[in-house]
C-alpha cells in the first residue's frame, strides 16, 4: 500500500484535487488484492485487527445506517457508530452521511463485508481519498520506512516499544512486495521486456560521459532508483505497453532529453521527471533503434565527441547483446507462434523482396519499413512481438487517445476462447502436402515480382484450396502474410482485388485472424471501406467479418473509425425487388456491410457505434429484401443487438416487427432461426408481444417446434413462445394452436438451452387456472419434477416457478407431494444462487398452502426450518422477501410455529425492518403478524425495537403493504407496551384513513389496531382519576 500505490497503481490526473484510480485491468487486480488481504486480516490477525490508527481513514461511502446490523448503534436515522470504541472515547467506526470514518482494520474488515457487491467500489473510494494510507495507520515513521526498498532493522528495533504496530507494518510491507508481483505477472508474456540491453548501453554512455573535458555528455540518469523484480524501472502499468525505464540526459550542447526506453526502441516523451509522474508518457518524436542513434540526431556536440573508438566499443557491445537477446526472442517467437523457420533466413527474403527489380518497383510503405525483421538495437523485439508493439504505440499516440482506454471497458456477448486456442503443427515436414511447398514458392515470386507478375502469382494462390488449413499456414509460415497486408496499401486496384481475395478466405483460420490484426492489417482493410471501387469496398467488408470473430479485432475496428464506414455500405436502393446491373452490385456491398456488422455486434459498444452512426433505419430498410442472402447477415445483427434496451425499442418503432414475424414462415431455417431469437430478446416489451400476435406470428411459432432435428432453431422459437406468452392474450392464442401440449411433449430428451425456454413458458401458460390441470393430465409434473434435479441455474429458476404455479391445483399438489417434489425444492433453499434461492422460496407457498396436511409435511423435512430461518440473514432482498412469505405461510401451523422461534426467527424479522423496498416490507409485515402468534413473541418484537419501522410502512404508497402492516400491527398491539409505542410513532391517523378502504380485512385490522391502542389510552386515563 505503499510502493504499489505510488509505483504500480494508474492514476488519473486532475486539474484540481487529486486523481482517480484508472479502470484498467492492472488497477483491478491491484484493487482485488488489496480486497481480499482486508477480509481476512480480521480472521488471521486478530491482534493486529485491533490496533487502533494515529488518524481515522475516511472516504465518501455508498452504505446507509440500514447496512449497520449488530455491533453499532444508529445515532439518528443516518448517523452509525461502532460500539467498540478507541482509549480517548471515539467510535472505531463512524458514519456522517455521506462519510465514513474508520479506525482499525478490524471495522474495515467488517465494513467491506456489510457492502457485499459494493466491495470494490468501497475500497477504491477509500484509496482515492486517502493517497498515504500508511501514514494514517502508523504515523510518518512507519510510512517513511516502507516507501524504501526494504525495512531497515535497526529502524524498527527502535519502535520495540510498539511491537503490534511493527508487526503491521510487516504485515503491510508484505502486502505491499505481493501487490509489486501480482503486477508484474499481469503484464502479458508477448510484451515482457529484457531490460538488459537498455543497462549495458546506459552504463556504457555514464562511462563515456565521466572521461574528460570532451565529453559527450553533461549527465544521465534514471528517473527512478525502484528497480522492479523483473529488472525494468517502468511502472508495471507502462510495462504493458512494452516500456522498460525512462532516462533524462543532459548534453552539453541542448536542454535535458527526456528519453523513454522501450522494447520497439527508444523515443522523447512529454517530460517524465520522476518515478510517480501520471503524465508524460506520450511519445513526442520519432522511433530511434538505441540512445546512440536518438542522441546524435539530438546533439551535434555528441555526434562530434563520440570517437570512433568509442562508436566502435558500443557497436560491439550491442551486437553481443544482440545475438544473446535475439536467441531468446527467437524462441518465445516460435513458442508463442511456433513458427518453424530461421530469423537470419527471414532477414535474407526481406532484403529479396527489398532489392526486387523490374519496369515498375513497389516501394515499401512506412508501416512496412516498421515490420521489419531484424534490428541492430539488442532490444527491439523480432516478428510478430514487435509489430504487435509497434501497433500499441501507434494506437497510443493517435489523437483519438482515449483509445486505449476504451480498451479497458470493452465486453463482448462470446466469449474469448478463440484467443487462446493452441495452434496446430505438423510434427515434421514430412507430414506436410506438396501444396504447402507450392504456395512458399509462390510467395518468393510475390515477394519479389513487378506488378503483372504480382497479379499474375496472386491469381495462381487462388487456384488453390485456401480454405484448407495446410494451404492458410503455408502464406503465414513464409511471409506472405506481411505482404498481401503491404498491397493494400498499394494504388493498384487489381493487387488489392486478389490479396483481398485470398485474405477473406484464409481469414477463416484462427490463427490467420490473429495474426491480421497483429501485424495492423485490419486498419489498412478499414480504409479500404472508403474506395470509391465497390467489389474492393465488398471484399474488405467480408474480410473484416471474417476477422472480427474476437473481441481485440472488434475493439480495433471501431477505433479505427470502421463501424460508420460499415453503416454507410448498408444505404443502397430502397427498391431491392426490380434492380439494374449496377445495383445489384450495390446490394451486395449492403450484404458484406451487413456480414461485417454482424460479426461486430457481438461487443457491446460495437452496438452502440452501430444505434449512433444510424444503422438501425437502414437495417429495417434492408430487412425488406426478398433475398434470404441478404437477410441472414440483417437478421442476425438485428437479434444480436436486440438484448439492448435502445435497440428493441428501436425495432418496434420502426415498423420491424411485422418482418420478422413475415420471415418466420420463410423455407430458409437459419433465418427462421434468428427472426425468432430477435422476437424472443424483443417481447419482453409488452407492446411488442401485441405487435406479434397483431401481426399474426404466434401461429408460425408453433409451427417451428415441429423442427424438433434442429435444436438451435427449436430454442429460438421456444424462447420466442415463453416471452409472448407473458401476455394472458397471448396464452389464449397459443391455445388455439394446441402450444401447450407441443410443451409438455418436449420436456424430455431435449438439450438445456431448449428445455430453459419451454419450462419458462410452461411457467407463464400455468398462470391461467385451467392450463394448470392440463399439464398434469399430459404428465407434466412428473417431468417438471424431475428436472428439480439439475445444476443448471437459471433451468432451475424457472422449473420451480413452473412448480409453484402448478401448484396451486390440488391434483397437481397431490402428484408434486408424492414425487417428494416438496424435499426437492426445499433442497434448493441450500443452492448457492440468489435467483434458485428465492425461486425455490416462491414456489414453497403454494406448496403449502395447498398440501392435505402441510404442517406435518414441513416438519418432515429434517433441517428444513433451521435453514429457511439461516436465510434470513441474507443479503439479497428478493432472497428475504421470499422467505418471509415462505415463513408466513409455516407459521400458520402452530407446532412449527413454535420450532421457528427456537431457531430465532423474531429477532432476525425485527433486524430487517429497517428496509425500504415495499415488496420485502410486505412479506416481512406478514411474517411478523404470524409469528406474534407464539409465546412472548408480540413483546420480544417490541424489545427487538420492530414496531417503530412498522408504522412508517403505512406511509407507503403500496396497498399491499398498508394490508400486511395493518395486520401485523393489531397482533402486536395485543400487548401494552408495543400500543404505546404506536401511539408515540403516530399511528392511529393513517390507521383510521386506512379504515375507509374498501378491503374489509384491512377494515378490521386497522379498527383492531385503534382499538387496542384506544383501550390503553382509557385505561391509562381511568388509572390517573381514580388512583
Known amino acids: ?55 481515522p481513514l475516511q472516504w465518501r461511502t455508498t452504505l446507509a445506517a440500514s447496512d449497520f446490523r449488530t455491533g453499532y448503534d444508529i445515532i439518528s436515522d443516518s448517523d452509525v457508530q461502532s460500539h467498540e470504541e478507541d482509549g480517548e472515547g471515539h467510535p472505531l467506526l463512524q458514519l456522517l452521511p455521506p462519510t465514513v470514518y474508520v479506525r482499525c482494520f478490524s471495522q474495515l474488515s467488517t465494513l467491506v463485508h456489510l457492502a457485499d457487491d459494493r466491495k470494490l467500489e468501497e475500497v477504491r473510494a477509500c484509496l482515492e481519498e486517502n493517497r498515504s494510507p500508511v501514514t494514517k495507520m502508523l504515523g510518518d515513521s512507519f510510512a517513511r520506512i516502507l516507501e ?30 505481493q501487490l509489486l508481483s501480482k503486477c508484474l505477472e499481469e503484464i502479458p508474456e508477448q510484451v515482457r521486456a529484457d531490460p538488459t540491453p537498455v543497462q549495458n548501453e546506459v552504463e556504457l554512455l555514464t562511462r563515456l560521459s565521466s572521461e574528460g573535458e570532451k565529453r559527450p555528455l553533461k549527465s544521465l540518469r534514471y528517473t527512478s532508483d525502484y528497480e522492479f523484480s523483473n529488472g525494468c524501472r517502468a511502472p508495471p502499468w507502462r510495462q504493458v505497453h512494452g516500456e522498460i525505464c525512462y532516462l533524462v540526459i543532459e548534453p ?209 494462390m487462388m487456384d488453390f484450396n485456401l480454405m484448407q488449413e495446410t494451404c ?52 489498412s482493410i478499414v480504409k479500404i471501406l472508403d474506395s470509391p471501387v465497390k467489389d474492393l469496398k465488398a471484399l474488405a467488408a467480408e474480410t473484416i467479418a471474417n476477422v472480427a470473430k474476437f473481441r481485440r479485432a472488434r475493439r480495433t475496428i471501431r477505433q479505427y473509425g470502421g463501424i460508420k464506414k460499415l453503416v454507410k455500405l448498408l444505404d443502397c436502393v430502397p427498391n431491392l425487388a426490380n434492380l439494374t446491373a449496377n445495383q445489384e452490385r450495390d446490394v451486395e456491398v449492403a450484404r458484406s456491410g451487413a456480414l461485417a456488422l454482424w460479426s461486430c455486434s457481438k461487443s457491446t459498444k460495437n452496438k452502440e457505434s452501430i444505434r449512433r452512426a444510424g444503422g438501425v433505419p437502414l437495417l429495417g430498410q434492408l430487412l425488406k429484401s426478398p433475398h434470404d442472402s441478404m437477410l441472414i447477415p440483417v437478421v442476425g445483427t438485428l437479434q444480436e443487438c436486440a438484448s439492448e434496451e435502445s435497440y428493441r425499442s428501436a425495432i418496434q418503432t420502426e415498423g420491424m416487427v411485422s418482418d420478422l414475424v413475415k420471415h418466420l414462415s420463410s423455407d430458409n431455417d437459419e433465418l427462421q432461426m434468428h427472426c425468432a431469437s430477435a422476437i424472443f430478446k424483443c417481447a419482453e416489451n409488452q407492446q411488442t408481444r401485441e405487435l406479434v400476435r397483431k401481426y399474426k406470428g404466434l401461429q408460425p411459432l408453433v409451427s417451428l417446434l415441429s423442427k424438433a432435428d434442429n435444436k438451435q432453431l427449436l430454442a429460438a422459437a421456444t424462447g420466442a413462445i415463453w416471452k409472448c406468452s407473458i401476455s394472458v392474450e397471448n396464452v389464449a392464442k397459443f391455445q388455439e394452436y394446441k402450444a401447450l401440449e407441443a410443451l409438455v411433449g418436449m420436456l424430455t430428451d ?121 436465510l434470513l440473514k441474507s443479503t439479497n432482498n428478493e432472497v428475504l422477501a421470499s422467505i418471509c412469505a415462505a415463513i408466513a405461510k409455516i407459521a400458520k401451523d402452530k407446532e412449527n410455529l413454535a420450532v421457528l422461534t427456537d431457531h430465532g426467527v423474531v429477532l432476525l424479522l425485527a433486524k430487517l425492518t429497517d428496509t425500504t423496498d415495499d415488496r420485502l416490507r410486505r412479506h416481512l409485515a406478514e411474517a411478523i403478524g404470524h409469528c406474534c402468534m407464539w ?13 417503530a419501522p412498522l408504522v412508517r410502512y403505512l406511509k407507503s ?71
Open 957 to 1027: 404508497k403500496d396497498k399491499a403493504v398498508h394490508q400486511s402492516t395493518a395486520m401485523a400491527l393489531y397482533e402486536l398491539s395485543k400487548d401494552p407496551n408495543n400500543s404505546i409505542t404506536m401511539h408515540g410513532k403516530g399511528a392511529v391517523k393513517p390507521l383510521i384513513h386506512i379504515m375507509s378502504s374498501e378491503d374489509e380485512m384491512l377494515q378490521e385490522a386497522a379498527a383492531g389496531c385503534v382499538r387496542n391502542i384506544r383501550l390503553l389510552a382509557l385505561a391509562n386515563r381511568n388509572a390517573q382519576l381514580f388512583y
Open 750 to 870: 431435449q438439450p438445456e438451452e431448449v428445455l430453459i425456454n419451454v419450462v419458462g413458458a410452461l411457467g407463464e401458460f400455468a398462470q391461467v387456472p385451467a392450463n394448470k390441470a392440463t399439464i398434469g393430465k399430459r404428465g407434466g409434473i412428473k417431468c417438471l419434477v424431475n428436472l428439480l434435479t439439475g445444476t443448471n441455474q437459471a433451468l432451475l429458476v424457472n422449473v420451480t416457478r413452473a412448480v409453484g404455479a402448478c401448484a396451486t391445483d390440488k391434483d397437481n399438489m397431490a402428484i408434486i407431494d408424492q414425487l417428494d417434489g416438496v424435499r426437492l425444492v426445499w433442497s434448493l433453499l441450500k443452492n448457492p444462487s440468489a435467483d434458485v434461492q428465492s425461486s425455490a422460496a416462491w414456489a414453497l407457498c403454494p406448496c403449502i398452502e395447498n398440501a392435505k396436511d402441510a404442517g406435518e409435511m414441513v416438519r418432515s423435512l429434517v433441517g428444513g426450518l433451521e435453514l429457511i430461518v439461516n
Open 472 to 523: 492458410q499456414l503455408a502464406i503465414r509460415d513464409v511471409g506472405g502474410l506481411e505482404v498481401l497486408i503491404n498491397l493494400l496499401d498499394t494504388d493498384e486496384v487489381k493487387c488489392k482485388i486478389g490479396s483481398l481475395k485470398i485474405l477473406r478466405k484464409i481469414s477463416h483460420n484462427v490463427q490467420i485472424r490473429r495474426a491480421i490484426v497483429d501485424m495492423g492489417g485490419l486498419q
Open 1 to 55: 500500500m505503499g510502493a504499489s500505490l505510488s509505483r504500480a497503481a494508474q492514476w488519473t490526473t486532475a486539474s484540481t484535487g487529486t486523481g482517480k484510480l484508472e479502470f484498467t485491468p492492472m488497477n483491478e487486480s491491484l484493487l482485488r488484492e488489496l480486497l481480499r488481504f482486508v477480509e481476512q486480516f480480521n480472521s488471521r490477525h486478530p491482534q493486529e485487527a485491533a490496533c487502533v490508527f494515529e488518524e
Open 935 to 947: 409465546g412472548n413473541n408480540r413483546s420480544t418484537f417490541g424489545d427487538a425495537r420492530a414496531v
Open 252 to 460: 552539453c550542447d541542448t536542454e535535458a532529453l527526456y528519453i523513454t526506453c522501450s522494447t520497439a526502441g527508444v523515443f522523447l516523451n512529454g517530460c517524465i521527471k520522476q518515478d510517480v509522474e501520471q503524465s508524460g508518457y506520450e511519445r513526442t518524436s520519432d522511433t530511434y533503434k538505441d540512445l546512440m542513434t536518438l542522441l546524435k540526431t539530438r546533439s551535434p556536440h555528441f555526434a562530434e565527441n563520440i570517437t570512433d573508438q568509442d562508436l566502435g566499443a558500443a557497436t560491439k557491445k550491442t551486437e553481443h547483446v544482440e545475438s544473446v537477446v535475439g536467441g531468446e526472442q527467437g524462441q518465445l517467437q516460435r513458442s508463442n507462434d511456433q513458427q518453424e523457420r530461421n530469423v537470419h533466413e527471414r532477414a535474407r527474403q526481406q532484403r529479396t523482396l527489398n532489392k526486387a527489380g523490374g519496369e515498375k518497383k513497389y516501394e515499401p510503405c512506412p508501416r512496412w519499413k516498421n515490420l521489419s525483421l531484424r534490428s541492430s538495437c539488442g532490444y527491439v523485439m523480432i516478428g510478430l512481438v514487435k509489430r504487435a508493439l509497434n501497433y500499441i504505440y501507434d494506437t497510443v499516440n493517435t489523437p483519438a487517445g482515449a483509445m486505449l482506454s476504451d480498451t479497458l471497458s470493452e465486453s463482448s456477448s462470446v466469449s474469448e476462447e478463440e484467443e487462446e486456442q493452441p495452434e496446430r503443427r505438423p510434427e515434421s515436414n514430412t507430414d506436410l502436402p506438396s501444396e504447402y511447398w507450392q504456395i512458399q514458392k509462390l510467395v518468393k515470386y510475390l515477394k519479389g515480382g513487378d506488378q503483372t507478375a504480382t497479379v499474375l502469382t496472386l491469381c495462381a
Open 148 to 177: 524504501k526498498e526494504s525495512a531497515h532493522d535497526d529502524a524498527l528495533s527502535k519502535m520495540k516499544d510498539q511491537e503490534v504496530k511493527v508487526k503491521l507494518f510487516l504485515l503491510l510491507q508484505n502486502l505491499d512486495e
